[in-house]
T-cell receptor
Framework: DTAVSQTPKYLVTQMGNDKSIKCEQN?????MYWYKQDSKKFLKIMFS???????INETVPNRFSPKSPDKAHLNLHINSLELGDSAVYFC????????????FGPGTRLTVL | DAKTTQPNSMESNEEEPVHLPCNHS???????IHWYRQLPSQGPEYVIH???SNVNNRMASLAIAEDRKSSTLILHRATLRDAAVYYC???????????????FGRGTSLIVHP
């Protein structure tokens, strides 16, 4: 049973395109996150949603728009992709906002050409 | 921002204990100390967390200094599967209405020799 799943695992696209990454968790958690891990392996939080409500938005460009249709899903839509968006994107979830244990997905490697 | 300092890398032999240090001299009184690890090509995985007292679980032990300015993650018997990047993280009250924002640093890359 996969706790946090992401699709696709790999995404290769051209500059200027719009793409989406989907995330689902089957843990019954209230809080979900998106992280970006760049080529230097720094892992930085982008967004956090609690009960479908945005609670953290860490100075991410407006081209990135998260959407949470329900508590189990947090999708990431990226408009007008740029070279600098190339990274591995991780979705995660936790029982609540209080951030004890987070469960991470396997990651989506995005390559922008 | 409460930050952590960890060695870039450490090496160990299989079956031996490993002590991974973390300095967090600017830790606040309410910050929890969390450890995560990231195996190659995988997402981070929770290892352990603590506040003041030492903690044990099935994966590791966490030893916290009395002044809380440092901590050590202890793997009692390293296996090849423990080769990963280990992150020491403090909860960081951020700009978004007081929600906690986990801040991952570079971490320590643990190499385990057979």
């Amino acid at each position: 049973d996969t706790a946090v799943s992401q699709t696709p695992k790999y995404l290769v696209t051209q500059m200027g395109n719009d793409k989406s990454i989907k995330c689902e968790q089957n843990l019954g958690h209230d809080t979900m996150y998106w992280y970006k891990q760049d080529s230097k392996k720094f892992l930085k939080i982008m967004f956090s949603y609690n009960n479908k409500e945005l609670i953290i938005n860490e100075t991410v460009p407006n081209r990135f728009s998260p959407k949470s249709p329900d508590k189990a899903h947090l999708n990431l839509h990226i408009n007008s992709l740029e070279l600098g968006d190339s990274a591995v994107y991780f979705c995660a979830s936790s029982r609540g906002q209080d951030y004890n244990e987070q469960f991470f997905g396997p990651g989506t490697r995005l390559t922008v050409l | 921002d409460a930050k952590t300092t960890q060695p870039n890398s450490m090496e160990s032999n299989e079956e031996e204990p490993v002590h991974l240090p973390c300095n967090h001299s600017t830790i606040s009184g309410t910050d929890y100390i969390h450890w995560y690890r990231q195996l190659p090509s995988q997402g981070p995985e929770y290892v352990i967390h603590g506040l003041t007292s030492n903690v044990n679980n099935r994966m590791a032990s966490l030893a916290i200094a009395e002044d809380r300015k440092s901590s050590t993650l202890i793997l009692h018997r390293a296996t090849l599967r423990d080769a990963a990047v280990y992150y020491c993280i403090l909860r960081d009250p951020g700009v978004s209405g007081g929600s906690y924002i986990p801040t991952f640093g570079r971490g320590t890359s643990l190499i385990v020799h057979p």
